[in-house]
């Protein structure tokens, strides 16, 4: 399932994101499930306040993840990748 990316540099809403990230990870029945962040290297370089809103938001989403009182029915493993180009990205 691809969820939509987060603008950067402009009126971000952080809330909207976290709800389409907890809408789309609430549909999917698998018990693991794992976020692959494509071009994450241009987050760094443009929106460094923006990653570290986000990554809060997806901290507390992968937390909440783990507790069933939450809407999903079953815990869920959630992994995420974070994948760039530069120095800070390892060629794989």
């Given at each position: 399932?691809?969820?939509?990316?987060?603008?950067?540099?402009?009126?971000?809403?952080?809330?909207?994101?976290n709800?389409?990230?907890?809408?789309?990870?609430?549909?999917?029945?698998?018990?693991k499930?794992a976020?692959i962040?494509?071009?994450?290297?241009?987050?760094?370089?443009?929106?460094?306040?923006?990653?570290?809103?986000?990554?809060?938001?997806?901290?507390?989403?992968?937390?909440?993840?783990?507790?069933?009182?939450?809407?999903?029915?079953?815990e869920?493993?959630?992994?995420?990748?974070?994948?760039?180009?530069?120095k800070?990205?390892?060629?794989?």
């Amino acid at each position: 399932m691809l969820l939509p990316k987060p603008p950067l540099r402009r009126n971000v809403h952080y809330d909207a994101f976290n709800d389409s990230l907890w809408g789309g990870l609430s549909e999917i029945s698998s018990e693991k499930v794992a976020l692959i962040w494509t071009d994450f290297n241009k987050l760094l370089d443009e929106g460094f306040n923006d990653f570290l809103q986000i990554s809060e938001c997806i901290y507390k989403i992968a937390e909440d993840l783990t507790h069933t009182e939450y809407g999903i029915d079953h815990e869920v493993k959630f992994k995420v990748f974070l994948l760039g180009e530069g120095k800070n990205f390892p060629t794989i």
